[in-house]
C-alpha cells in the first residue's frame, strides 16, 4: 500500500517543490494534471502509458518504472531537478 504523506512543501517566495516520497510526487503530478485540465486517460494517451499506470503514480505507488515517470511529468508540464539535501535545508517549510 502507497504511504499517504502531508503535501509537499513548496518554496516560499517560488514555483518550486520539494518531494522527498512516492506520496508526494504522486501528489504534485496530479496537481499539475489537474491544472491542465488534462484526465487522467488523456494523461496517459499523451504519456503512451496506461491510466492504471497514472492511477498508481498519483497514489505514490513505489515500484514506478522511472522513464515512464519521467515521460509523464514531461506531458505535465513538469521536471525533475536533483539537488543535494544539505543545500535546500531551511528552505522547506
Do not use: W, Y
Amino acid at each position: 500500500m502507497a504511504r499517504k504523506s502531508k503535501p509537499a512543501v513548496a518554496a516560499s517566495g517560488s514555483n518550486l517543490t520539494f518531494m522527498a516520497n512516492p506520496a508526494e510526487l504522486g501528489a504534485a503530478i496530479r496537481a499539475a494534471r489537474v491544472a491542465k485540465g488534462m484526465t487522467q486517460d488523456g494523461l496517459a494517451d499523451r504519456a503512451k502509458v496506461s491510466r492504471q499506470f497514472v492511477i498508481h503514480l498519483e497514489d505514490g505507488k513505489e515500484n514506478a518504472h522511472l522513464a515512464k515517470v519521467l515521460k509523464v511529468m514531461s506531458c505535465v508540464g513538469l521536471v525533475g531537478i536533483m539537488v543535494p539535501m544539505e543545500s535546500v535545508k531551511g528552505m522547506k517549510g
